[in-house]
C-alpha cells in the first residue's frame, strides 16, 4: 500500500464519519499518533451535526452538494458495475470474499452481520495494517439517489449516525497510528 492510498483511505473515512455523527449529538473523533522524535499528535472533534450541514456547502474539484464524482478511468469498470457487485454483495450471504495472502501483503474482504470489514497489512521495509468496518448501511447510502457517477457522502454520514458508535478505521504503521470512530463524548476518551 502506497501512502497515497493511506492517505486517500483516510480522507474518504474522515468524511463519512465526519458527515454521520452530525445528526445525532455524537462527535466524530480522529486521533493521529507519529512516531518518531518529531512527530505530532492530532486530535479531531467534531459533531456530526456540523458535518452534516457543512458537507452538502463544499465546493471542490468532485465534491459538491454532499456528493463526490467517481473517476474510474480508462478502466473497464462503470459507477453502474460498482453498483450492481454491491448489490451482489449485499444480498449475498455472510463470509469472506477476498483473501489475499502474498509474502508482503495481506488483504481480506468479509461481510459480517451487518458491517463490510476490510482488513490490509503489508510487512516489508515498512509495516503498515488497516482495518476498516463500514455498516452494509452506510454503503447503501453511498450508491443511493445519486448519478451514476457519483457517491452520495451525506447520505452515508446520515446513515452512519443513525448506526451508531464505535471504531471505523484504524491504521497501525511504523510512522503512526490513526483511529476515527464516533460516540457520544466530545472528548476523546
Keep these: 500500500?502506497?501512502?497515497?492510498?493511506?492517505?486517500?483511505?483516510?480522507?474518504?473515512?474522515?468524511?463519512l464519519v465526519s458527515a454521520a455523527a452530525a445528526a445525532t449529538g455524537q462527535w466524530l473523533h480522529v486521533a493521529v499518533d507519529e512516531h518518531g522524535p518529531d512527530g505530532s499528535n492530532v486530535r479531531v472533534n467534531v459533531p456530526i451535526d456540523l458535518v452534516t450541514k457543512v458537507l452538502p456547502l463544499i465546493r471542490h474539484e468532485d465534491l459538491a452538494d454532499g456528493k463526490v464524482k467517481l473517476h474510474l478511468g480508462q478502466e473497464e469498470m462503470s459507477a453502474t458495475d460498482l453498483r450492481a457487485i454491491w448489490e451482489a454483495v449485499r444480498s449475498s450471504r455472510d463470509g469472506e470474499y477476498v483473501t489475499v495472502d502474498g509474502p508482503k501483503d495481506k488483504v481480506r474482504v468479509a461481510k459480517r452481520g451487518e458491517f463490510l470489514l476490510v482488513e490490509a497489512a503489508e510487512t516489508g521495509e515498512k509495516t503498515e495494517k488497516v482495518d476498516v468496518k463500514i455498516p452494509v448501511a452506510v454503503v447503501d447510502a453511498l450508491f443511493s439517489g445519486t448519478e451514476k457517477d457519483e457517491l452520495n457522502l451525506t447520505a452515508a454520514v446520515e446513515a452512519l449516525a443513525r448506526h451508531g458508535g464505535g471504531d471505523f478505521v484504524t491504521v497501525e504503521s511504523d510512522d503512526a497510528h490513526i483511529r476515527i470512530w464516533i460516540d457520544a463524548n466530545e472528548s476523546m476518551k
Excluded: D, E, Q
Excluded at 1 to 15: E, F, H, P, V
Design 1 to 15: 500500500m502506497k501512502r497515497i492510498a493511506m492517505s486517500g483511505l483516510l480522507a474518504a473515512a474522515l468524511t
